[in-house]
C-alpha cells in the first residue's frame, strides 16, 4: 500500500551511542521532514528536505543529522544519543504545487528513549 | 520565524456539545492553515485545512474560520461524540517559508458521553 512509514516503533538506547531513524514513503513526494513531539511543546521541525540531496536546517537541528540520497528515504541520525532527545519522532512528506502549500502526511512515529 | 499558540491546552465537552479550539499567528505571510487529528498512537492526520483566499470553510461537523486581520483562526466541532476524542493541532506556513508548518502546542479535547 502507498504511504509513509517508520521503522523501528519503538527504540531504547544509552546514552553516546549512535541511533539512526528510518523513513521512507511511497507517494514520490518531494518535500520529507522530521518533526519531534515533546509535552508541552507541540511538533517542532527537526530537518526538512525539498528534493534529493537538498536538506536544510529546522527548528531544532542541533545532534541530528540527515541524508536524502533517494526520494522516497529521508533517514535521521542521532550521532551520540543525549537523554534530552528522548522523544517521538515523525517522519512526514508532501508535494507542493502552485503558489499554495499542500498538506503533510504523517508516518505513525517512532519512540526512542535514550538511558 | 513563525510563532502560532493555540488554546485551549485541555477541553472538555458534553456529548452533542460544540468545541472550539483558537489558534493567532505572528507571520503575516502565512497563507495556508491545517488542522491536525491525532489519536493515541498514531501520527497526525489532516481533518481540514483553509487558504488565505477565504475565511470560512466547513466539512461535515467541524469548520474552521480565519481571520488575516487579526491573525487568528479557529477549529468548530458541532454534535461532538466520543470519537472526537484525540490532541488537535493548528499549524501554519507560507510557501516563502519554505512549506514548512509551523504547529501549535496541541488541545486534548475529551468528550463525554
Known amino acids: 500500500d502507498a504511504g509513509i512509514t517508520q521503522s523501528p516503533r519503538y527504540k531504547i538506547t544509552e546514552t553516546g551511542r549512535q541511533v539512526t531513524l528510518m523513513c521512507h514513503q511511497t507517494w514520490s513526494h518531494s518535500y520529507m521532514f522530521w518533526y519531534r513531539q515533546d509535552l508541552g511543546h507541540g511538533l517542532r521541525l527537526i530537518y526538512y528536505?525539498?528534493?534529493?540531496?537538498?536538506?536544510d536546517k529546522g527548528e531544532v537541528p542541533d545532534g541530528y543529522v540527515v541524508s536524502r540520497s533517494k526520494t522516497e528515504n529521508f533517514p535521521l541520525t542521532l550521532e551520540s544519543a543525549t537523554r534530552s532527545q528522548t522523544s517521538v519522532y515523525f517522519c512526514a512528506s508532501s508535494d507542493p504545487a502552485g503558489i499554495w502549500n499542500s498538506p503533510l502526511h504523517f508516518g505513525n512515529g517512532t519512540r526512542l528513549t535514550v538511558t | 520565524g513563525e510563532n502560532v499558540e493555540q488554546h485551549p491546552s485541555t477541553l472538555s465537552v458534553q456529548e452533542g456539545d460544540s468545541a472550539v479550539i483558537k489558534c493567532t499567528y505572528s507571520d503575516s505571510a502565512s497563507n495556508y492553515f491545517p488542522w491536525y487529528k491525532q489519536e493515541l498512537g498514531k501520527g497526525p492526520q489532516l481533518i481540514i485545512d483553509?487558504?488565505?483566499?477565504?475565511g470560512e470553510k466547513k466539512d461535515q461537523r467541524i469548520a474552521v474560520t480565519l481571520n488575516k486581520t487579526a491573525k487568528h483562526f479557529s477549529l468548530h466541532i458541532t454534535e461532538t461524540q466520543p470519537e472526537d476524542s484525540a490532541v488537535y493541532f493548528c499549524?501554519?506556513?507560507?510557501?516563502?517559508?519554505?512549506?514548512?508548518?509551523?504547529f501549535g502546542g496541541g488541545t486534548r479535547v475529551l468528550v463525554k458521553p
Open positions: 483553509i487558504r488565505s483566499n477565504v
Open positions: 528536505s525539498a528534493a534529493a540531496d537538498i536538506t
Open positions: 499549524a501554519a506556513s507560507s510557501k516563502a517559508a519554505g512549506n514548512k508548518l509551523t
